[in-house]
């Protein structure tokens, strides 16, 4: 899917064993590594690897700038509930209304994977994703998975 919006920023899906992909990940396990008090292990985390993000098992997406990756998220799709996943902006975009065109592309994903609700977490070092989440209509849940570094659990219904 390549986002309609007029400018140099796009989002598209990728293999999520491309570099594009990969280096994005690897800066948003650093970001996260930086600003969780107890640091960042992706092997501590719960999984989104290449095989749970490639259709039909679920879809990775990068956002451009021009040439440059400099964004991410990803869906697993699950039936009738889908998860978001690795969802991380470059600090140099943020600010621009890119976090919502690249939530609102990750639901519609997912809504046309077939599912009817989405679920998240995030932790509350990331105070802008709690916002946007909270936001774009996401309601607190109970701890879905054991996801060591979640300190909050999100859902909405699309």
């Known amino acids: 899917m390549t986002d309609d ?8 899906s990728a293999d999520p064993d491309s570099d594009a992909v990969r280096a994005c990940f690897l800066r948003y396990f650093r970001e996260l590594d930086d600003v969780l008090a107890v640091g960042f ?6 999984s989104a690897d290449g095989d749970e993000l490639r259709p039909p098992r679920g879809i990775a997406l990068i956002v451009w700038d021009g040439a440059a990756p400099v964004g991410c998220g990803a869906v697993k799709f699950g039936g009738e509930t889908a998860e978001i996943k690795r969802m991380w902006l470059d600090p140099a975009v943020r600010g621009r209304g890119l976090s919502r065109r ?3 592309a990750l ?5 046309e994977s077939g599912a009817r609700s989405v679920l998240l977490d995030t932790n509350d070092a990331l105070t802008s994703a709690v916002g946007l989440y909270r936001g774009a209509g996401y309601v607190a849940v109970a701890p879905y998975n054991d996801n060591a570094y979640a300190t909050h659990w999100f859902s909405k219904t699309l």
């Open 5 to 12: 919006h007029p400018s140099d920023v796009r989002i598209a």
């Open 41 to 46: 292990d992706p092997a501590k985390s719960t």
């Open 102 to 104: 690249l939530l609102t």
């Open 107 to 111: 639901e519609t994903h997912a809504r």
